[in-house]
């Protein structure tokens, strides 16, 4: 199968709304471990790039970022394949170590073998936001994902997300308060 080649537009001074999903659509951010691992690994990247983090969800089968780029120059093709990289193989050397049925579980044929496969393959979804109201009404789209599914009445009850953190100190820290 071949997938669809996203062209990521690294423009100055330029939001990036980022979107991707599981493996197969797959709920593997129901388990708590990796949900606190991607927090960790987001931060890691995040500081290492240069990016802030104005809004986040992780979705139990998909992700949604807001991110500003600080650099000139930068790359959010190379963000995302250090972030999903990162992510992907320290879950795997955990899932080795502590449950192998279910570490056996997330292995997929892969170019001829058994690989540890977390994440869709393909481009996701990239949109760049140039305004300050577009970049608000994004931040609250992607903190209002699960209340729209129904998993929660408000975003800031949501533990996987930029409102819960922002509202009870948890999780990664988000840069959205300088645009609101």
């Given at each position: 199968?071949?997938f669809?080649k996203l062209?990521h537009y690294?423009?100055t001074v330029?939001?990036?709304?980022l979107?991707?999903?599981?493996?197969?659509n797959?709920?593997?951010l129901t388990?708590?471990r990796l949900?606190?691992?991607?927090?960790?690994v987001?931060?890691?990247?995040?500081?290492?790039?240069?990016i802030l983090?104005?809004?986040?969800?992780?979705?139990p089968n998909h992700?949604?970022l807001?991110?500003?780029?600080?650099?000139?120059?930068?790359?959010?093709?190379r963000?995302l394949?250090?972030l999903?990289?990162?992510?992907?193989?320290?879950?795997s050397?955990?899932?080795r170590?502590?449950d192998?049925?279910?570490?056996?579980?997330?292995?997929?044929?892969?170019?001829?073998?058994?690989?540890f496969i977390?994440?869709q393959?393909?481009?996701?979804y990239?949109?760049?936001i140039?305004?300050?109201?577009?970049?608000i009404s994004?931040m609250q789209?992607?903190?209002?994902?699960?209340?729209?599914?129904?998993?929660?009445?408000?975003p800031?009850?949501?533990?996987?997300?930029?409102?819960?953190s922002r509202?009870?100190?948890?999780?990664?820290?988000?840069d959205s308060?300088?645009f609101?």
């Open positions: 199968m071949k669809k062209k690294n423009n330029t939001c990036h709304e979107t991707f999903s599981c493996y197969h797959r709920n593997y388990d708590n949900c606190d691992l991607f927090e960790e987001l931060s890691e990247v995040l500081s290492e790039e240069n983090l104005l809004a986040y969800v992780l979705m992700v949604h807001l991110v500003l780029p600080q650099k000139e120059l930068y790359s959010i093709s963000f394949k250090l999903k990289g990162r992510v992907s193989n320290r879950y050397k955990i899932l170590e502590t192998v049925e279910v570490y056996r579980s997330y292995l997929a044929e892969f170019r001829g073998s058994n690989s977390l994440w393959r393909g481009g996701g990239d949109r760049n140039y305004s300050k109201e577009a970049i994004s789209y992607i903190e209002a994902n699960p209340v729209r599914k129904s998993m929660v009445t408000m800031v009850e949501y533990r996987w997300s930029s409102a819960y509202k009870n100190g948890e999780g990664i820290r988000s308060l300088m609101l």
